[in-house]
């Protein structure tokens, strides 16, 4: 249970958390777990399992979710999946439960992939929102309508208390549902997702779409309550030239609202919010990123806007990590870091979380700035000015977890583990925020990895 920094008064709590905080600093805490376990196997639910239930009534709205709608947390995008026929596009909402005196219209599209035609996808913006506020809202027609709620953020603050959990490469296991039960336990008011979500191109023909639309209900027990903020992996990609389907990210990109416009980007792929005390950045790290490209173009601009008297944390979300000690995927993320890595270090971002290793894994502040390989500054190095960097790929999607780690343990890796689990990040305020690694164990929510971090700029 999370307690406040008011509240550890006593000195040898004090010492025991400075303690901690030195000995990451210094880089003498390396751990690699040795714990790999999975309570279930790595295949998907099936599909008449009742976590993917059809809601009753004729036309129901499915596969419900929101993601913030625009810059400061205002405004939600409301989006969902009419089955049958277009239906209502209208949300109804207010203040008070199954009273509702507002209403905003929204859009609608759909697609086919191979012979698989999509519903009716809705997305709707509900903006001039007030801050801190519970919503009701309602979809649907007639005896097929239903209804939800979501709480929006503090205002723009840097004292503004706010926890994010973080997810990637979730998938629709009964791992991915242990994941997702344990992290609605955690007190999480949003969800940074760090790409890879259905796992449907693992599929073929009709079965891809299917099986976007069964994850999509699978997740709408968390993400029709609050926000998941998107970013998109390798698995959201889906080129499959053998059933006539070669444009990048087609199912994701009708799918997967996202508030672009609102920081000015051209593209749904990136993009950045603030929420509470956080300023959040979000990279694909499977679009063009290198000197002069619209994503280059655009963090440019972006990191420029960032104002850490508003919001002190400064959060950047990837698919593919620009660390890791894992065997899988390893390096992958080296081009990027590259081209970002001293724009990163120069902005003193706080954290950079990314998914793809299906594990676990947390770094010191390193960087890699000097690189070198004439003069032979080949290594990074520690760098109190350098982001921690996060592997979060641990959601449980089908593929399995990703147990092979480089062997020694590099210097600039605190802790790695190849386990199922989810992350929450509690701000407290400007200065401190509590990290925790969850370890889906046996069907229970184990905090394994937790550090106290203190904030970059302040």
Known sequence: MAVSFAKLVPLFQIMLYLTLLLSLNN???????????????????PLHNKVFDIPKGHNAPQQVRITQGDYDGKAVIISWV??????????????????????????????????YKSGYIHHCLVD?????????????DGDSSREFWFQTPPKIHPDAPYTFGIIGDLGQTYNSLSTLK?????????????GDLSYADRYEYNDVGIRWDSWGRFIEQSAAYQPWIWSAGNHEIEFMPNMGEVIPFKSYLHRIATPYTASKST????????????????????????????????LREELKKVDRE??????????????????VHYMEGESMRAVFESWFVHSRVDFIFAGHVHAYERSYRISNIHYNFTSGDRYPVPDKSAPVYLTVGDGGNQEGLAGRFLDPQPNYS??????????????????????HWNRNDDGNKVTTDSVVFHNQYW
Do not use: C
């Not at 919001?311 to 065997?327: D, E, G, R």
């Open 27 to 45: 880089g003498t805490a390396r751990i690699t777990s040795r714990f790999i376990r999975t309570e279930w196997p790595s295949a998907d639910i």
């Open 414 to 435: 605190a802790f790695r583990e190849a386990s199922y689990g989810h992350s929450t990040l509690e701000i407290k305020n400007r200065t401190h925020a509590f990290y």
């Open 128 to 140: 001039d929102l007030e801050y801190d506020t519970k919503y009701y809202y309602k979809i649907g």
């Open 182 to 194: 344990h992290y609605m336990q955690s007190g999480g008011q949003s969800v940074l997702f760090l």
């Open 310 to 327: 508003k919001t002190p944390w400064l959060i950047v979300l990837m698919h593919v990590p620009l660390y890791s000690s894992n065997v």
């Open 82 to 115: 009419t089955p049958n026929e277009l239906g209502s596009n209208r949300v109804q909402y207010g203040k008070l439960e199954k009273k509702y005196d507002s209403s905003a219209e929204g859009t609608v599209t759909n697609y086919t992939f191979y012979k």
């Open 267 to 298: 593209n749904p792929l990136w993009y950045a919010i603030r929420r509470a005390s956080a300023h959040i950045i979000v990279l694909s790290s499977y679009s063009p990123y290198v000197k002069y490209t619209p994503q280059w173009w655009w």
